[in-house]
């Protein structure tokens, strides 16, 4: 089983978290058993219960990226007014 990574993981809610968790162990109990034909099918569950905390990572980073270039334009323009 793939894990997602743990900045996506920390953006998941409590309920999908648990999900989340739920399946890991559903698919690594499949592997175990060499019912690898199955656990795919999990997987796929997985990366689709995650789509969500994916969003909100970019988001996250969308919103970081307008904070630096608003700062970066604060100083632009600082700069220019005390030449």
Request: hydrophobic fraction near 30%.
């Amino acid at each position: 089983m793939r894990h997602c990574s743990v900045q996506v993981r920390g953006l998941l809610t409590k309920e999908e978290l648990s999900r989340y968790n739920d399946l890991i162990d559903v698919g690594h109990y499949l592997e175990t058993q060499k019912r690898h034909d199955l656990a795919y099918f999990v997987q796929r569950e997985i990366d689709i219960l995650i789509l969500p905390a994916i969003e909100r990572l970019k988001d996250k980073g969308r919103e970081r990226d307008r904070m630096t270039e608003s700062y970066l334009r604060d100083q632009s323009d600082s700069d220019t007014s005390s030449s």
